[in-house]
Every structure is written in structure tokens, then in C-alpha cells.
């Protein structure tokens, strides 16, 4: 994760005497095969109202059942925040009438969650706790929302489906650093296998709630909820939007308003869902239904058993075992895709063996910049085996780094999966220092005049254009530190 | 085998004469069907006890030990392809996709459904007045209430319109209309019985259970009712089975008689004829002392906050959204809500769901909510206490005999104090059972003996020497 230093506000524009407060609360929807008190599988994009039974939709007389596994999904979760879990949890009702919601109430937990406490990173953890999804509403007309359509309808496959909630404590102080903590706590639940935390298909969803006060002050300013951001992007955009909102009230004299705003990231604009005033009164009480969740040695064990290495452990080890920069061992470890790409490479036992760090810095640099956007390099040409073997042939300078690029090309474009082969098929193999090179750096300086003067009057910068003749015409074999020296050497200077 | 004769069989004779080949199952079942539908069709000259009667008899032949005896069911229950609309009209034309584990654990056992009961809607009171259907008549008094909120399955036993009943008790509502029908009503353990299916009322407190002729009838349809659900969280495995009771004296069973319950608000001619049972007991050898409840006389107000508190939010569903009725007029959504509740709930359906809302309102859900659950938590400790000391409660099962039809309608307080000697058991989630023990002006008395949780067996078999010894035979004339 990104250093992270105070002042997102005068990030955001302010004047710096303010600082904004951010905590997050966010929803995973858990990897269960089954909703969370019922039997009906979980819907992915299957026609409306196919994947309900009487209990998700509220017929009179059903009653609902705990997922198990929901709990033992949990319940990984709380141990990789370093929770602390409840022995006995219960489940509440929170009572409202809205069309997705067809009990009248959603059963979630309240005072009593599954998990409390924890952190990830530098953000401290306030609770976890399982709770179902409400159906979803399609309104036909053109607001697209409940007032003003002309028809709305309910798909209750989705009605149902287990939901962890993971609420932060407000220990968060910048829009781009609540984005950069959501993405670590996506690779964290990833790892976890305990859901797929697609925020596209909403399998993620994020609200935000934030507010000011002056900085080094303890206590909080009014704060406002932001709802439902479906994307890194509008998470960063929605709150620093939010922030300048509030940062222009208190400039402008006024006071901010407990509300909850939606985020509109078409428009960048903020519009008001509700007021304090007009807040529910939900009416929490104990779920009669279900007994509570008690939690005993053998769910936790199973748990346990469940759990794969965490990033921020990873990130530790790689430092550790295999010497590591602080941020590579991060992008590796946060990224599991390349960590595991990378750890890969290190175990293919490829002949010249590569040093680490280097191998480091070609996957997250130049392997994933030549991939197509989000590309996971497993899924790529390039075999793990390869790289660490091209890596290797660098280290020994074997193959200079601009040839090893094209080699790289190569085995993307699947023109080979031999670094060795392809570098010899193609004469990419790093030139000595012999006369051969001696020549060509000789033509470039000829061909050069005005920048072989100003290198002779001392100007280092100048020497760019002889080098760049001089690596299209060896197509990039020749070890840059070798042409400069020679380039100098001819020049005098 | 004559009709009169078939109908005087109690359910688990008439069982018996099937399996001896005396009695079709068909038979049977056409006897109480004819009788059941001349009933509904009578209308308000009848009782008014069903709200669905079933066209045909099943056409296999029943191989299981109930053997075809049918049973008639309150309208709560959910019966898959059968109305079920627990007596309000905002159910109206509701047809369930599935059928309640009580009802469809005893058609596995033998008794197919002969038809649905009229209750108070939702099992809201104690007179069966609050009903979409309208009110049920007393078969012992026509101008009387059967009692609630089971009442049309309390009246269909006694005036012997179907063999056996199936209610739900939340306060009382078995055993209440059981004590003013004169027959025998049983409140299980909370949790014996599944509610997978019963159209919830207070799910902290609903409790199918049977209204029959005798305690046997009793046993053996909670024999086939019992057991863990995986559909119903809260529900338990019962330990053991049930027996059918045996008993026919009460040696060595201590009775425990809580003054609390058995004092000021009792009618005369009530404590004398529980005074007389009483009398019973002690001469089959039971041993009688005083026994103290000292939350008892609480359980009431505890009630009518925790069982409004949770049918405000079990009610909340209908909406008009996905089933049953739906205002037609309405101009927006919160309209559609607001007219189709107004509409599709009775009188005390609505107060009780105001009463609940405002119980569980922020800043009154400590006072209200929490305070009436630390008083539960004491009634139970008090039980706990007195099974220390005695083997069962004994109390009058309702403070009066049935009263008359629009006597308390317009005082819901005085119609609540029907629940005064049946409130404290449900709370605290232990069976009980009444049985007739006698008459006041005419009218059947209830005594209702309670024991602790999963004391069925035990239960049974002090009710069945009691009602032996008592041996009330009195029955209404037939309709």
C-alpha cells in the first residue's frame, strides 16, 4: 500500500486547516453455493424470480435457516482482520417497508455481530457481520427510480444472498488512500476465496462515510453517508467530490447536514437521498426465528484449516526469504495474480538463475505493462520458466536489456518460448566490447556532429542521439553502459 | 356401523375400528365432510366453524396408524393448493405452495385434511370475533363465544364436526377455547412441534397443538407432530416418544397451586368447580400444596408488549406487493401500502401492530421491549423454581366460562384477562393441557395443569387419571 500522508483535503483543494475523516462500510457478497437462509442457489444472471422459494420470498408461514457455510465464510474473514469473534452471535430484524425487501424486514446483526475489532493495513476494523441482500427493483420509464416510473418490478433471485459487512473505524484520511485500502481489502478476500468481490457485478459494494474538522482535533465533524460507488474510480471521484461539498459549507459559513447522498459519477454531482429527519426508524429487535450463532472449537478449526496466506503476510515473507524491495514485495503480494506469477518464475529453477529483486521488477514492470489491462500473466504466453531464464541471461549480461525486451516481445507475441533459441535466431545476443561495436559507435559520432560537439564541451545530456543511432544499428545488443563509455572515449571527453 | 355411533368414536377408537375392519376410512371421512359442509353452508345459522371444507375423501386407502381419521385444521396453517388465509381478508384468495410440517407430518401419519378452521384473525384474541369469516358459535350456547383464537377448531370437536382439531396457542389460544368447548386442549414444549408453515403470529411464542376429545386423542396427535424440523431453526428433537398415557392414579405426584393465578378475576363458579378437581387429585393420591409465581401476576403486560412487538414486524409482509389483497385505487406506493393495510386488517390486528411499533421505537425499546423480556426471563426462573419443589402448576384455564358473543368486544383490556391463567406457561415456553373438570351455569370449567419443558409424557398421564376420576361426559347437543 501507498505511503500515506494526512492532508487529503488540501488534496482535494481546501486550505489545509481541515482534514477529512473517512470510514468505510463495505458489502461482500459471500461465495456460498445457497442464500443465506434458504436452499436456493445463488442466481448469476438467470431469469427473473427462477431461484426463489417460499422463504426468500416471504410467504406466510416460511421461516429462515443459517447458512452454515455464510458463517464459516465469516467467520475467515474475521480471522484474517484479526477479529475478535463472537462465541455467540445473534441475528436482528430490521424493520422497513420497501417492494425488494418482501418480509417487511432485512435479518442482519445489530449489537451483537459476528466479529468485532481487527484491522488491515493502517485501518482499523469496527465489525463484521452477515446479513441477507434485498431483491432487485427494475423500473421501467425513464427515471429509471421507484418515483415517477410507470411499472417497476422485482427479481427476487438476488433477494437473499449472503452478505458480509464489513464496517471501518473512521481512520481513513483521503480519497485516493480509501481507494488504495479497498483494493487491498479486495485482494484480501480474494485470497480468502470467500467471494468474488467483482464491484462491476456488485458482488462488492462500497459506501463512505465522511466528514471534516480542523486538523489535530479529536472529535468529529457531522458526517454524511455516500452510498453504493461502484468502482475505484467513482470511489476516489464520489468523495472527493463529498469532501469539496463540506470544505464549501464550512468556507461558506454553514453547517453540514446528517444525510445520505448518492453519488451520481455520470455528473459528478451529490443529490440528497434522505435526511436524519427522514432516517427510518428500523425498529432492530432479536430475530425470534433463529437461534443464536454459536461459534465452537471445531467451526473454528475448520476455519482455520481454510484459510490460504494473507498479502499483508506474503508481502512480510518475500521481504524476508527472498530479499525484496518493501514496495515490490507489496505489488506482489497485493496483486495476487503477479505474486503468484512471480513465485512461479522463482520456483521453475531456470538456468541462468535470475536474482529476485530483478525478476521482481520485470513482471510488475515490463511483463504487465506489454499485457492487455488487468491480464492475469499466467493466463499469458509467457511461461514463468521463460522469464526467469531471460532475467537470468540479462543479470549475466548475456543479453543486453533493450534486446531482452524484444525477446520479451517475442514470447508474448508466442514466437517461441526459448529465450536462448529466440536470442540466437535473431542475433539479439549482447555484443562485447570489440571492434565491431567500436565501428558503428565511430559512424554514429560522424553522423552526429553537433551533438559530439556539445559532448566534448561537457554536456552529458547531449549524448542521446549518437546512443540511439548506435542501438538501431545493433538493434539494441549493445550494453548502454559499454556505448557510452566508447562514445566518450572517442569524444575525449 | 351407524352414524351416530361413528361420530361418538374418539379419534383414536375410530383409528382402531378402521384397522379392526368395523369402520371404512371412507366412511368416516364422508360422515364428518357432510357434517363439516352442512355447517359452512348453513352459514350464520350454523356454528361457523370452517372457512374450506374438503369435496372428497382420499380415494387410497390410508395405511399408517392414523388410519384415515381426518383432521380439521385452523385456517393459519398453510395447505399447498387449499385456501389459507388465517382468517383475514388481507389473505384473501391466498393459495400456499406448500404445506405446513405439522398438517403434512400427520397426513404422513394417517389423517388426511378434512378441512380449515375459523379463527381470530391471525390468532389475534380470545372469542374468535375478530374474523374475516365472522364470529363462531358456542355448540354448548349459540349466543356464546367459543373461546380463541382457535375457536372454530375448539367448536368443530365438541359439537362433533370433525373427529379432531389442529390449533395454535401464542397466550392461551388452544387452551382457552378448549376450557370454554369442554374438550381437551394441549399446548406443547415451545419448540416440539415444527412452525414451518403456521402463519406466524409471535414466533416466540406460537405453538401448534391439538384440541380433541380426550388426553389420548391428545397424545397420539402430538405423537405424530412432533420433532425437529430443518425448516424451523428454533425447533428441538423431542427426547424420546410420546406415549399414549396409561395412568389411572396420581400417587406421589405433587400438585403445586399458584395463588397468583388462582385468586381475585377467577369467576366463583370456576374456582369451585377447580376446587373440585382439586378434591379429585388428592383421592387418586396426588399430593397438593401452594406453590408461588411471584412474576405471574405480570406475565400479562409482558405479553401484550413482546407478542404485539413481533406481529408488527411478522405482519409487515403484507404489503399487497406479492400476494393476497391489494388496494386497487392507490396513487403511489407509501398509498398502495397505507390503503391495502387499512383495508385488509380488522380492528385488532391494527391495534396490536401499533401497540408493537411503538414498543420497539427508538427510545421506547428498552422501557417497553427490554423491560417485558427481564420479566419473562423472571416467570421462567419462577417455574423453574417451583419444579424444584412440585411436579406441575395447576390453575383454572380461563378466568370464566364462555361469555357471550359481543359481551367484551368493545374492551379489548377485558377481553385480554381471558389469557390471565394460559399467558405465564407460553411465556415461559412449557406445555400445558386443559381438560374439562366440571360446570359452572350450565357451561364447561377448564383446569389446566402445566410441567416443565419436555414433560409431555408425564403431562399426559396426569391428565388422562384426572379425566378418568372427573369424568366429564357431558356433551352439546349435536347440530
Not at chain 1, 445463488?42 to 406466510?60: A, D, I, K, M, Q
Not at chain 2, 370433525?162 to 382457552?176: E, I, K, Y
Amino acid at each position: 500500500m501507498s505511503d500515506h500522508k494526512p492532508g487529503g483535503v488540501a488534496d482535494a483543494g481546501g486550505d489545509g486547516e481541515l482534514e477529512a475523516v473517512i470510514g468505510l462500510e463495505i458489502h461482500v457478497q459471500l461465495a456460498t453455493r445457497t442464500k443465506m437462509f434458504c436452499g436456493c442457489e445463488l442466481s448469476f444472471g438467470e431469469p427473473p424470480n427462477t431461484r426463489t422459494c417460499p422463504v426468500c420470498l416471504g410467504l406466510p408461514g416460511s421461516l429462515p435457516v443459517a447458512n452454515a457455510r455464510a458463517v464459516h465464510l465469516g467467520l475467515m474473514i474475521g480471522l484474517a482482520l484479526g477479529s475478535e469473534l463472537a462465541p455467540r452471535s445473534i441475528f436482528h430484524r430490521k424493520n422497513y417497508f420497501y417492494p425488494d425487501l418482501p418480509k417487511g424486514y432485512q435479518i442482519t446483526q445489530y449489537d451483537e455481530p459476528l466479529c468485532r475489532g481487527g484491522e488491515l493495513g493502517d485501518v482499523r476494523i469496527h465489525r463484521v457481520h452477515l446479513e441477507e441482500d434485498a431483491a432487485k427493483l427494475i423500473h421501467a420509464g425513464a427515471s429509471g427510480r421507484i418515483h415517477g416510473s410507470d411499472t417497476s418490478f422485482v427479481d427476487f433471485n438476488r433477494g437473499g444472498t449472503p452478505l458480509a459487512e464489513i464496517v471501518t473505524e473512521p481512520d481513513l484520511r483521503a480519497p485516493e488512500q480509501a481507494s488504495e485500502w479497498l483494493k487491498l481489502l479486495r485482494t484480501t478476500l480474494r485470497q480468502l476465496g470467500v467471494s468474488d468481490v467483482n464491484m462491476e457485478e456488485g458482488s462488492l459494494r462500497c459506501d463512505a462515510n465522511i466528514s471534516l474538522r480542523p486538523r489535530g482535533s479529536e472529535t468529529l465533524g457531522v458526517k454524511t453517508e455516500l452510498k453504493n460507488m461502484n468502482s475505484f474510480r467513482f470511489i476516489e471521484r464520489g468523495i472527493r467530490a463529498e469532501i469539496a461539498r463540506q470544505e464549501e459549507i464550512l468556507a461558506g459559513g454553514g453547517q453540514v447536514v446528517q444525510e445520505t447522498l448518492h453519488f451520481d459519477p455520470a455528473s459528478g454531482s451529490i443529490t440528497s437521498l434522505r435526511s436524519k429527519e427522514e432516517a427510518h426508524d428500523y425498529r432492530y429487535f432479536p430475530e425470534p426465528d433463529l437461534v443464536p450463532v454459536a461459534i465452537d472449537d471445531g467451526m473454528l478449526a475448520a476455519a482455520r484449516a481454510d484459510m490460504s496466506e494473507l498479502p499483508a503476510d506474503r508481502a512480510e515473507r518475500l521481504q524476508r526469504e527472498l530479499g525484496l524491495s518493501v514496495d515490490s514485495a507489496q505489488v506482489l503480494a497485493f496483486r495476487t495474480e503477479l505474486g503468484d506469477y512471480f513465485e512461479a518464475a522463482v520456483a521453475a529453477r531456470a538456468e541462468p538463475a535470475p536474482p529476485a529483486q530483478g525478476l521482481a521488477n520485470w513482471i510488475a514492470g515490463d511483463l504487465v505493462g506489454r499485457l492487455p489491462e488487468g491480464q492475469d500473466p499466467s493466463d499469458s504466453r509467457v511461461e514463468p520458466r521463460a522469464l526467469a531464464a531471460l532475467v537470468g541471461l540479462v543479470a549475466e549480461r548475456r543479453v543486453s536489456v533493450g534486446a531482452a525486451r524484444q525477446v520479451l516481445d517475442r514470447l508474448i507475441e508466442g514466437g517461441g518460448s526459448e529465450p536462448l533459441a529466440i536470442i540466437e535466431a535473431e542475433g539479439l545476443g549482447a555484443m562485447d566490447g570489440g571492434s565491431e561495436l567500436a565501428e558503428i559507435v565511430a559512424a554514429a559520432v560522424a553522423a552526429n556532429t553537433d551533438a559530439a560537439e556539445r559532448v566534448r564541451e561537457g554536456n552529458a545530456k547531449a549524448i542521446g542521439p549518437i546512443v540511439g543511432q548506435v542501438m538501431r544499428e545493433t538493434k539494441g545488443r549493445a550494453d548502454g553502459t559499454e556505448v557510452a563509455r566508447l562514445i566518450h572515449e572517442q569524444l575525449g571527453a | 356401523m351407524s352414524t351416530t355411533d361413528i361420530l361418538d368414536l374418539s379419534a383414536a377408537a375410530a383409528a382402531a375400528a378402521i384397522g379392526g375392519g368395523s369402520l371404512s376410512a371412507t366412511e368416516l371421512f364422508e360422515a364428518y365432510r357432510d357434517r363439516a359442509a352442512s355447517d359452512r353452508a348453513a352459514g350464520d345459522a350454523g356454528l361457523n366453524c370452517f372457512t374450506w371444507v374438503a369435496a372428497d375423501a382420499p380415494s387410497e386407502p390410508v395405511d399408517a396408524p392414523l388410519a384415515g381419521v381426518p383432521v380439521a385444521v385452523k385456517d393459519l396453517f398453510c395447505t399447498e393448493g387449499v385456501p389459507s388465509q388465517a382468517g383475514s381478508r388481507i389473505l384473501e384468495g391466498y393459495l400456499p405452495p406448500y404445506t405446513a410440517t405439522a398438517v403434512s407430518r400427520l397426513r404422513a401419519g394417517g389423517a388426511p385434511l378434512l378441512a380449515k378452521t375459523n379463527q381470530d384473525e391471525f390468532a389475534m384474541g380470545s372469542s374468535n370475533e375478530n374474523s374475516a369469516f365472522g364470529p363462531v358459535r358456542n355448540p354448548w350456547d349459540r349466543e356464546r363465544v367459543p373461546g380463541g383464537s382457535s375457536g372454530g377448531s375448539a367448536a368443530a370437536v365438541a359439537a362433533g364436526l370433525a373427529p379432531w382439531a389442529l390449533g395454535t396457542d401464542t397466550g392461551g389460544s388452544v387452551r382457552q377455547p378448549a376450557a370454554l368447548c369442554g374438550i381437551v386442549g394441549l399446548k406443547p414444549t415451545y419448540g416440539a412441534v415444527s412452525r414451518y408453515g403456521m402463519i406466524a403470529f409471535a414466533s416466540s411464542l406460537d405453538q401448534a397443538g391439538p384440541l380433541t376429545r380426550d388426553v389420548t386423542d391428545a397424545a397420539l396427535m402430538l405423537r405424530h407432530m412432533v420433532g425437529r424440523d430443518p425448516c424451523d431453526a428454533t425447533s428441538l428433537a423431542f427426547p424420546g416418544e410420546i406415549e399414549l398415557p396409561t395412568a389411572e392414579r396420581l400417587d406421589g405426584i405433587r400438585l403445586g397451586v399458584p395463588q397468583e393465578l388462582t385468586g381475585e378475576g377467577i369467576e366463583r363458579g370456576v374456582l369451585d368447580a377447580f376446587a373440585a378437581a382439586i378434591e379429585q387429585a388428592k383421592e387418586l393420591g396426588a399430593e397438593v400444596s401452594d406453590v408461588h409465581l411471584p412474576h405471574a401476576p405480570h406475565a400479562l403486560s409482558a405479553y401484550y408488549v413482546l407478542a404485539p412487538a413481533e406481529c408488527s414486524s411478522n405482519l409487515a409482509r403484507y404489503d399487497g406487493v406479492r400476494y393476497g389483497m391489494r388496494a386497487t385505487d392507490a396513487h403511489d406506493l407509501l398509498d398502495m401500502y397505507m390503503r391495502t393495510r387499512h383495508d385488509g386488517f380488522g380492528a385488532e390486528v391494527k391495534r396490536r401492530i401499533m401497540l408493537g411499533t411503538y414498543a420497539l421505537s427508538s427510545g421506547y425499546y428498552e422501557a417497553y421491549y427490554g423491560r417485558a423480556q427481564r420479566v419473562r426471563t423472571r416467570i421462567s426462573e419462577d417455574f423453574r423454581t417451583a419444579f424444584e419443589q412440585i411436579d406441575f402448576v395447576v390453575t383454572p384455564t380461563a378466568p370464566s366460562v364462555a361469555f357471550r358473543l359481543g359481551e367484551k368486544t368493545a374492551d379489548p383490556l377485558a377481553m385480554y384477562l381471558n389469557d390471565y391463567c394460559t399467558v405465564p406457561m407460553s411465556l415461559a415456553g412449557i406445555p400445558a393441557i386443559s381438560i374439562p373438570c366440571g360446570h359452572s351455569e350450565g357451561l364447561p370449567v377448564g383446569l389446566q395443569i402445566a410441567g416443565p419443558a419436555f414433560s409431555e409424557n408425564r403431562l399426559l398421564d396426569a391428565a388422562r387419571a384426572l379425566e378418568r376420576s372427573i369424568a366429564f361426559d357431558a356433551r352439546p347437543a349435536r347440530v
